[in-house]
């Protein structure tokens, strides 16, 4: 049972991303999913949110018009889409299975000029 995040990295202010979290083990069709990130210094924030069929979708204001999540459960994978990065959006981002109850590794993202 994991979840990998990649596709993080360095990107410019105003920039763009998308991560991706490759979910095994699991019944990954049934689960809601969730992105977290935690800036440095900082504690953990929630930033988005996908049903299991993935037709209602939150998100955090901090990020709501920016971000988008996504999911593919023939893939098994859940996607963050990241547009207008900014420096405040510098963070490891994890993704978060709620059944059954697991996290990936975090992966960073860093918003600098």
């Known amino acids: 049972v994991q979840l990998v995040e990649s596709w993080g990295g360095l990107v410019q202010p105003g920039g763009s991303l998308r991560l991706s979290c490759a979910a095994s083990?699991?019944?990954?069709?049934?689960?809601?999913l969730r992105w977290v990130r935690q800036a440095p210094g900082k504690g953990l924030a929630w930033v988005s949110m996908?049903?299991?069929?993935?037709?209602?979708?939150t998100y955090a204001d901090s990020v709501k018009g920016r971000f988008t999540i996504s999911r593919d459960n023939v893939k098994n994978t859940v996607y963050l889409g990241m547009n207008s990065l900014k420096h405040e959006d510098t963070a490891v981002y994890f993704c978060?299975?709620?059944?059954?109850?697991?996290w990936g590794q975090g992966t960073q993202v860093t918003v600098s000029s």
């Open positions: 978060y299975a709620q059944i059954p109850h697991v």
């Open positions: 083990g699991f019944q990954f069709r049934h689960s809601y």
């Open positions: 996908i049903n299991p069929t993935g037709t209602t979708t």
